[in-house]
T-cell receptor, first 112, second 112 residues
Framework: QKEVEQDPGPLSVPEGAIVSLNCTYS??????FMWYRQYSRKGPELLMY????GNKEDGRFTAQVDKSSKYISLFIRDSQPSDSATYLC????????????FGAGTILRVKS | EAQVTQNPRYLITVTGKKLTVTCSQN?????MSWYRQDPGLGLRQIYY???????DKGDVPEGYKVSRKEKRNFPLILESPSPNQTSLYFC???????????FGPGTRLTVT
């Protein structure tokens, strides 16, 4: 079993839809949770960063962490074709030298 | 402009021919790492470095070497490449490792 599980998709939605992307994990030591966005032929770039449980909002993006369920989510409101990319969740724990563990990534396609 | 650069961006080589992929960052970051990205497996860490002359293995270090003689540079060395090292490689840097990682543009390596 992988430490971090993420549905690879692809997830295809119409423009304007609310998108929900999710990851589950098995290691309760994880404390820092991130979402990266990766456009085709580019390196990943940080989208959201949260510590421990709770919600964080930034514009059209909301990140949620539920440590009791070992489940994290990224919501995208009013999705745009420019949101089409691969979304990678990542997490780390101080006990493991702060190394990031990534999910496999979910491919999102927003159709205009 | 803050950035991580990698060279070359594309490389086709033959089995056993030693190669080096360079990585450089201009943000004075302590932490640097190398990842490989394969379909369905996401990003997997190869090696990381917490500071000059301090390096450690990640999840998939076999067949790779690194060095950190200067803070800004972190080259990846494949002494005897094999076809299973065909992959997309990313270099990344950050202040602490668990914070935002800045990724380079990637190096697509093909070993025949």
């Amino acid at each position: 079993q992988k430490e971090v599980e993420q549905d690879p998709g692809p997830l295809s939605v119409p423009e304007g839809a609310i998108v929900s992307l999710n990851c589950t994990y098995s290691n309760s030591a994880f404390q820092y949770f991130m979402w990266y966005r990766q456009y085709s032929r580019k390196g990943p770039e940080l989208l959201m960063y949260t510590y421990s449980s709770g919600n964080k909002e930034d514009g059209r993006f909301t990140a949620q962490v539920d440590k009791s369920s070992k489940y994290i989510s990224l919501f995208i409101r009013d999705s745009q074709p420019s949101d089409s990319a691969t979304y990678l969740c990542a997490m780390s724990a101080p006990e493991y030298g702060n190394k990031l563990v990534f999910g496999a990534g979910t491919i999102l396609r927003v159709k205009s | 402009e803050a950035q991580v650069t990698q060279n070359p961006r594309y490389l086709i080589t033959v089995t056993g021919k030693k190669l080096t992929v360079t990585c450089s960052q201009n943000m004075n970051h302590e932490y640097m790492s190398w990842y490989r990205q394969d379909p369905g497996l996401g990003l997997r860490q190869i090696y990381y470095s917490m500071n000059v002359e301090v390096t450690d293995k990640g999840d998939v270090p076999e067949g790779y070497k690194v060095s950190r003689k200067e803070k800004r540079n972190f080259p990846l060395i494949l002494e005897s490449p094999s076809p299973n090292q065909t992959s997309l490689y990313f270099c990344a840097s950050s202040l602490y490792g668990r914070d935002e990682q800045y990724f380079g543009p990637g190096t697509r390596l093909t070993v025949t």
